[in-house]
């Protein structure tokens, strides 16, 4: 075996389990502190704290991590999940910008950042359900 066969997860890229608990805690942080974020934060409980520890679970499985979602709560299914929320074009927009805040704040490597940032966008367009 070659190095050049070694394949590297996302999660290994940006820096493991560190990394995904403090891009979701600055995500929601930011979702809590941005006025652009107003709508997206009023779609969420009160309370943070349940939804940061399942999407905590979910980009560690997502980003090639250990299976921590799908085993409590199958197939992500996420648009039908989400179904219930209006999501156009200006949730996804505001959405992309606590994620990427949140990105640029603790994915310290640029080149998986973009590569991150380029997989979350093509997932937050896809779940436009208006």
């Not at 709508?39 to 939804?51: E, F, S, V, Y």
């Not at 679970?57 to 709560?73: A, C, D, F, Q």
């Not at 992500?76 to 640029?104: T, Y």
Request: proline fraction near 3%; charged fraction near 30%.
């Amino acid at each position: 075996m070659t190095s050049t066969d070694v394949t590297i997860t996302m999660f290994e890229r940006i820096g493991g389990r560190a990394t995904i608990n403090a891009l979701v805690d600055r995500f929601y942080d930011r979702m809590d502190a941005l006025a652009q974020a107003k709508t997206i934060r009023a779609m969420h409980a009160d309370d943070l704290g349940p939804i940061r520890d399942v999407l905590k679970r979910y980009l560690t499985e997502w980003t090639g991590g250990p299976k921590l979602y799908s085993p409590e709560k199958g197939h992500p299914r996420l648009r039908q999940r989400h179904i219930g929320f209006a999501i156009g074009d200006a949730e996804r927009d505001a959405w992309l910008l606590c994620m990427r805040g949140a990105m640029e704040e603790t994915v310290t490597d640029s080149a998986a950042r973009q590569d991150l940032d380029k997989a979350i966008s093509g997932l937050a367009d896809w779940m436009r359900n208006r």
